[in-house]
Nanobody, 120 residues
Framework: QVQLAESGGGLVQAGGSLRLSCAAS????????MRWYRQAPGQQRELVAA???????NYADSTQGRFTISRDNSEKTVYLQMNGLKPEDTAVYFC??????????????WGQGIQVTVSS
């Protein structure tokens, strides 16, 4: 099994910063892609940023230049540094991981989500 534990969300004023973390645990052989998604009320879930096993990154147009995704493979953790936050960044943020496990092979898992609220 693979479990994801997210942390770092909260309330921040516009222009502020937050750093989200997502730590994976379980019988993991390796982790390929790690991603952050977000879902605002009444909106579809959207991809915010992704990082490959080799460290290649891509971002949504709305977060390019403000958000930075990174990973620590030894800790099986992905981070999302969010700077210059705007009220429209308010959403529940979800971690998503493609992992290769010893028991189940390749799996895709979601975190439980963490609230980020940006006040104007």
């Amino acid at each position: 099994q693979v479990q994801l534990a997210e942390s770092g969300g909260g309330l921040v004023q516009a222009g502020g910063s937050l750093r989200l973390s997502c730590a994976a645990s379980g019988s993991i052989f390796s982790i390929n892609f790690m991603r952050w998604y977000r879902q605002a009320p009444g909106q579809q879930r959207e991809l915010v940023a992704a990082i490959s096993g080799g460290g290649s990154t891509n971002y949504a147009d709305s977060t390019q230049g403000r958000f930075t995704i990174s990973r620590d493979n030894s800790e099986k953790t992905v981070y999302l540094q969010m700077n210059g936050l705007k009220p429209e960044d308010t959403a529940v943020y979800f971690c998503n991981v493609n992992a290769r496990t010893r028991l189940l092979g390749n799996v895709n898992r979601w975190g439980q989500g963490i609230q980020v609220t940006v006040s104007s």
